[in-house]
T-cell receptor, first 117, second 115 residues
Framework: AQKITQTQPGMFVQEKEAVTLDCTYD???????LFWYKQPSSGEMIFLIY??????QNATEGRYSLNFQKARKSANLVISASQLGDSAMYFC??????????????FGAGTQVVVTP | SAVISQKPSRDICQRGTSLTIQCQVD?????MFWYRQQPGQSLTLIAT?????????ESGFVIDKFPISRPNLTFSTLTVSNMSPEDSSIYLC????????????FGSGTRLTVV
């Protein structure tokens, strides 16, 4: 069964505007981590942000923030003040377990973001 | 975080041939992971490579098609054998990241086109 769902296959956003990328997940493990990765057209995978299931605060990294709604099993990525260089595919991912018992990564289908001038 | 050098970055190969992809890590790591990303798709784990033992393959992937070597704690290769156009994909290696990021560090990827 699909554990990570990204319902937006593609989005257009204007430069300098904020964009929210949706991600919902499914797990019965109380311990898990949620991740967002960016994949430009060059193909590399770039880590953006991490949220642990026990973290009380929403994670932030510069222009990236993660809107973590645990009860809804939602982990949306917010990119503020979009830049042309933000055009890329964005993947939400999850790992169950913690510490020495981390499980394998499970990736969503991805959302293609195109930033327009 | 670890730095991974992955080669080649891209290649165009004839069907029926094989391609070996190399990943070199700047520090010793226990496990290395190999992923395939077919066009327009998400990442799919091919196998986990431990030094000194045979790689562990995921369902749908077999050693004859994707042999993996792991001669030491900093290096691994993935070979795509007897290629067909369906093997055209991005192949990525990755390792556990260090520090507070509990994710993976990825190589830069190998974009393979089979003609």
């Amino acid at each position: 069964a699909q554990k990570i769902t990204q319902t937006q296959p593609g989005m257009f956003v204007q430069e300098k505007e904020a964009v929210t990328l949706d991600c919902t997940y499914d797990t019965s493990d109380p311990s898990y981590g949620l991740f967002w990765y960016k994949q430009p057209s060059s193909g590399e995978m770039i880590f953006l942000i991490y949220q642990g299931s026990y973290d009380q605060q929403n994670a932030t990294e510069g222009r990236y923030s993660l809107n973590f709604q645990k009860a809804r099993k939602s982990a949306n990525l917010v990119i503020s003040a979009s830049q042309l260089g933000d055009s890329a595919m964005y993947f939400c991912a999850m790992r169950e377990g913690l510490g020495d018992s981390w499980g394998k990564f499970q990736f969503g289908a991805g959302t293609q973001v195109v930033v327009t001038p | 975080s670890a730095v991974i050098s992955q080669k080649p970055s891209r290649d165009i190969c004839q069907r029926g041939t094989s391609l070996t992809i190399q990943c070199q890590v700047d520090s010793q790591v226990t496990m290395m992971f190999w992923y395939r990303q077919q066009p327009g798709q998400s990442l799919t784990l091919i196998a986990t490579a431990n030094q000194g033992s045979e790689a562990t393959y995921e369902s749908g992937f077999v050693i004859d098609k994707f042999p993996i070597s792991r001669p030491n704690l900093t290096f691994s290769t993935l070979t795509v054998s007897n290629m067909s156009p369906e093997d055209s994909s991005i192949y990525l290696c990755s390792v556990e990241a260090r520090g507070v990021n509990y994710g993976y560090t990825f190589g830069s990827g190998t974009r393979l086109t089979v003609v």
